[in-house]
């Protein structure tokens, strides 16, 4: 059982590039989610998907698109990277709507941008 | 939103309890109080959560007060590798999307000394 995955997992990038990370559930939840983490900041929501074909703003969503493409899979694009996009990013879900909301989440993906 | 409040950091002896304080002074009627922890730089990993009553499962306990505006998790006989970041969150309830906006904030460093 493969969980959350998240691709890639190392990416180095040059100001102004775009990247889409890629991350698809097998667990068949309806709820993802895409968090990043800086040194010292704990995780900041981007933004988040309750169920399939809505997407929603978190707290940091500036610089950042996603596509909820199907009930499994939940990506994040960077359109111009900049260098205080520089973070790890964790990909996770959970269902919710009469669960209990644990969140399951991806091992990360860490992007340099330079 | 219900926010949560938690010490920056703490120190715990190998085989002791730890107990980890959590303040959630706004927290409504119908929000659940969950813990999630993250060791280095892996993906947070669910731990426990509860409404109301004590819970207990195989990893930790978790108390709440009677009037659910803090709670504790507490492992039993701390080991090295519970080493980590441990994260109170609060299940935000609210109409429509809000209704899964998940966020976490720094959390707390726990370090178990040999």
């Known amino acids: 059982n493969a969980g959350v995955t998240q691709t890639p997992k190392f990416q180095v990038l040059k100001t102004g590039q775009s990247m889409t990370l890629q991350c698809a559930q097998d667990m068949n939840h309806n709820s993802m989610y895409w968090y990043r983490q800086d040194p010292g900041m704990g995780l900041r929501l981007i933004y988040y998907s309750a169920s399939e074909g809505t997407t929603d703003k978190g707290e940091v969503p500036n610089g950042y698109n996603v596509s909820r493409l199907n009930k499994r899979e939940f990506s994040l694009r960077l359109e111009s990277a900049a260098p205080s996009q520089t973070s790890v990013y964790f990909c996770?879900?959970?269902?919710?709507?009469?669960?209990?909301?644990?969140?399951?989440f991806g091992e990360g993906s860490r992007l340099t941008v330079l | 939103d219900a926010k949560t409040t938690q010490p920056p950091s703490m120190d715990c002896a190998e085989g002791r309890a730890a107990n980890l304080p959590c303040n959630h002074s706004t927290i409504s009627g119908n929000e659940y109080v969950y813990w999630y922890r993250q060791i280095h730089s892996q993906g947070p990993q669910y731990i426990i959560h509860g409404l109301k009553n004590n819970e207990t499962n195989e990893m930790a306990s978790l108390i709440i007060t009677e009037d659910r505006k803090s709670s504790t998790l507490i492992l039993p006989h701390a080991t090295l590798r519970d080493t980590a970041v441990y994260y109170c969150?609060?299940?935000?309830?609210?109409?429509?999307?809000?209704?899964?906006?998940?966020?976490f904030g720094k959390g707390t460093l726990l370090t178990v000394n040999p």
């Open positions: 996770a879900s959970t269902r919710l709507g009469g669960g209990t909301g644990e969140l399951f």
């Open positions: 969150i609060v299940r935000v309830y609210g109409s429509g999307g809000s209704n899964y906006k998940l966020t």
